[in-house]
């Protein structure tokens, strides 16, 4: 079965950063992208970045461009997000999920396979 697993959350000042990880199992990185997504408090579910599987082609929502940096590590099964700069704004749980390959930006794939997601709170 497909599996993911969040870490690396944690209380952060503003300026900070963290480094989340994804660790995933029964599904090859080849034919999944995998993406991170953060919910706020009152807030709607929204996309932070993505990697493609076929490719590693990445991408990013405006509001982390130039501060967030997501990447993979094939031989460990292990996807990451570094978070630089961080803002109150930030402040979130953060998910990942898997996507069957398509084409295109994966922000906009359908995902359906999701880990248990990881507290991040930036304040002072």
């Known amino acids: 079965q497909l599996q993911l697993v969040e870490s690396g959350g944690g209380l952060v000042q503003p300026g900070g950063s963290l480094r989340l990880s994804c660790a995933h199992s029964?599904?090859?990185?080849?034919?999944?992208?995998i993406g991170w997504f953060r919910q706020a408090p009152g807030k709607e579910r929204e996309g932070v970045s993505c990697i493609r599987g076929h490719d590693g082609s990445t991408y990013y929502t405006d509001s982390v461009k130039g501060r967030f940096t997501i990447s993979r590590d094939i031989a460990k099964n292990t996807v990451y997000l570094q978070m630089n700069s961080l803002l109150s704004e930030d402040t979130a749980v953060y998910y990942c999920?898997?996507?069957?390959?398509?084409?295109?930006?994966?922000?906009?794939?359908?995902?359906?396979?999701w880990g248990q997601g990881t507290q991040v709170t930036v304040s002072s």
């Open positions: 999920a898997a996507s069957p390959p398509a084409p295109g930006d994966c922000l906009h794939y359908v995902y359906h396979n």
């Open positions: 029964g599904f090859t990185w080849d034919y999944f992208a």
